[in-house]
């Protein structure tokens, strides 16, 4: 039996984070699976153009954002590219296909992928991008001046098609009746850099361990995570943002509490002592984490661990049990 | 550190089963030394960073951040000692602490200013050599040698969990001064005095946080015996 499942965005607005997530399907039998491919997934792009963007653009600044998620060495995933296919993408045609649509409804969406998955599994089968010809696009090396970057939202939107979730590392102010981002540390953070940036072609710490996570290579062995639960108020905290720092290198990789008792569990760590900064997202878009967003706990104060978590090399830190501050 | 010394000194002639002043005061005589000591290490600064994010342009701009420091203890320190002229002796030295790694968060940007800790305690082995070197021209009184040492150690750092281990160097240069309580150069124990020095410890690599040498101030009071 399959499913579809419709994920996505970025767009241009944000919340306040950081994690990554990666997507779990529920089974038939009432099993959580991660979503992933089984295999190398072989790509199509449309032989669409837009003003800025030729076909050819298209295909190579598609490629150079598949690229950056198969150079992370702790990372085994790779892409095949296909050929140009006049397939749709949205098409539930078994075909992973990636271009341009125009959508001018969808006023907040740059692009969306969209998902075939085994439900038995998780296994995925298609995974499909729009990138949204209602706005305006580039290829400029350095960016251009009131135009998105397509190479930074195609290495959002496959980290998407790969798997991974939305992470809630960035600060954003409203703007407009929408937000903007002030930082992030995340190609994953759910909300777009502006018109312009090309800051969202790099991936981050948090990406690189997200995508580790999910397809791990032989040196992600070498790496460690942390676990543990979150409580206020003696209670278990659910949708907790849990940040760890390496006190080593400056780097942020974050996760949420995802079950009923407050768990949470942050993989792809360099081994060393970590600081655990745990916060609600109370100025978030919830909806871009979790489909339930009522049960998520906002009640609390940022708060960090009063112990210093080390990371083993290969190994968990043991169970860490943070009583975050309630407001 | 004298009135320490001192009172180091009249504790160990107390206790001492023959009063130091029957003794004669002769150079110390026996050519092994053993000795333990309390040894009081200072803390140091591993290094500051920043919890960074990126901004539009490419730029970063901190979410808070962060001073580690291993901050001072009290361990314990071991020696064996062997002379090698009249005025070095060569030593095997090593000692344990427990010294608190401390994270120092501040100007969270949501959380506020701070400060913010954390911490833990680091099991810390050191194990090594040094070489002591009698300044006997500088003698005003045969019981007090004053003395220059230097050495390195293997160090080697085990996390509160005991999950992860750091390794690394210990350099050590400092002087002190050895006051001879007791010295008959006859039968097992030929010499018994105390000794207290003043060292700066520089740690490479190990624990750090910036990939930097770091230096400690450390002193030690010990009684020794020598053979």
Redesign the interface.
């Known amino acids: 039996m399959k499913c579809v499942l419709a994920i996505v965005l970025a767009v241009a607005q944000c919340n306040?984070a950081h994690a990554y997530t990666l997507f779990g399907v529920e089974t038939s039998d009432g099993r959580r699976v991660t979503m992933k491919w089984p295999r190398t997934p072989r790509y199509f792009v449309t032989g669409d153009a837009v003003g800025g963007v030729s076909a050819a653009d298209f295909q190579a600044a598609i490629a150079r954002a598949f690229a950056r998620w198969e150079a992370v060495p702790a990372s085994t995933v790779t892409y095949q590219f296909g050929g140009v296919t006049a397939a749709r993408p949205g098409d539930d045609d078994g075909t992973s296909t990636l271009g341009f649509m125009n959508h001018p409804e969808l006023d907040r969406v740059l692009a969306s992928t969209s998902f075939l998955v085994d439900d038995t599994t998780g296994a995925l089968i298609e995974s499909d991008i729009f990138f949204n010809a209602a706005f305006p696009w580039s290829v400029a090396p350095a960016g251009e001046a009131g135009r998105f970057d397509l190479e930074s939202i195609a290495t959002h939107e496959t980290g998407h098609f790969s798997g991974l979730g939305h992470s809630a590392?960035?600060?954003t102010t409203s703007q407009n009746g929408g937000r903007q981002?002030?930082?992030?540390?995340a190609v994953m953070f759910p909300i777009a850099?502006?018109r312009?940036?090309?800051?969202g072609r790099?991936l981050?710490a948090d990406d690189i361990a997200g995508v580790s996570d999910l397809y791990p290579s032989a040196d992600f062995a070498g790496s460690g995570s942390i676990s543990g639960r979150v409580t206020n108020g003696g209670k278990p905290s659910f949708g907790a943002h849990v940040v760890a720092?390496d006190?080593?290198?400056?780097a942020?990789v974050g996760g949420f509490t995802l079950t009923s008792q407050g768990d949470f569990a942050i993989a792809g760590l360099s081994?060393?002592?970590h600081?655990?900064?745990v916060?609600p997202l109370d100025d978030a878009d919830l909806e871009s984490f979790f489909d339930d967003p009522a049960r998520v706990d906002l009640g609390f104060?940022?708060?960090?661990?009063?112990?210093?978590i080390?990371?083993?090399?290969g190994?968990d830190?043991?169970t860490v049990v943070v009583a975050v501050t309630p407001k | 550190m004298t009135t320490r010394l001192s009172l180091i000194a009249a504790l160990t002639v107390l206790l001492a089963p023959v009063p130091a002043r029957a003794q004669a005061p002769a150079a110390e005589s026996g050519r092994f030394e053993v000795g333990v000591a309390p040894i009081w290490i200072g803390g140091a600064s591993l290094g500051d960073?920043?919890?960074?994010?990126?901004?539009?342009?490419?730029g970063a701009?901190p979410?808070?951040t962060?001073t580690?420091t291993l901050d001072a203890t009290i361990g314990v320190e071991f020696r064996f000692g062997v002379r090698v002229t009249r005025h070095i002796d060569v030593e095997a030295a090593g000692s344990y602490a427990r010294p608190p790694?401390?994270?120092t968060?501040r100007s969270?940007?949501?959380?506020g200013p701070g400060p913010?800790?954390?911490?833990?305690r680091v099991r810390q082995f050191s194990m090594g050599g040094t070489v002591l070197w009698r300044l006997r021209a500088l003698r005003r009184n045969p019981r007090w040698t004053p003395f220059v040492i230097g050495g390195v150690r293997y160090v080697r750092q085990l996390?509160?969990?005991e999950?992860?281990l750091e390794d690394g160097e210990w350099y050590e240069a400092g002087g002190g001064v050895k006051y001879l309580i007791r010295s008959n150069g006859r039968g097992l124990m030929k010499s018994i005095g105390v000794r207290g020095d003043v060292r700066a410890i520089v740690r490479t690599a190990s624990?750090?946080?910036d990939g930097r040498a770091h230096v400690s101030p450390a002193f030690a009071a010990s009684f020794y015996v020598r053979f």
């Open positions: 306040v590392l960035g600060e981002v002030d930082s992030a540390e850099y502006s312009g940036s090309i800051a790099t981050k720092y006190l080593a290198n400056g942020m081994p060393g002592p600081l655990l900064r916060e104060r940022v708060t960090f661990y009063s112990r210093i080390v990371v083993p090399r190994g830190s043991g | 960073r920043a919890a960074n994010e990126t901004t539009r342009d490419g701009v979410l808070f962060t580690t790694l401390v994270a968060v969270d940007f949501e959380a913010f800790t954390a911490e833990e996390h509160e969990t999950t992860l624990l750090d946080v």
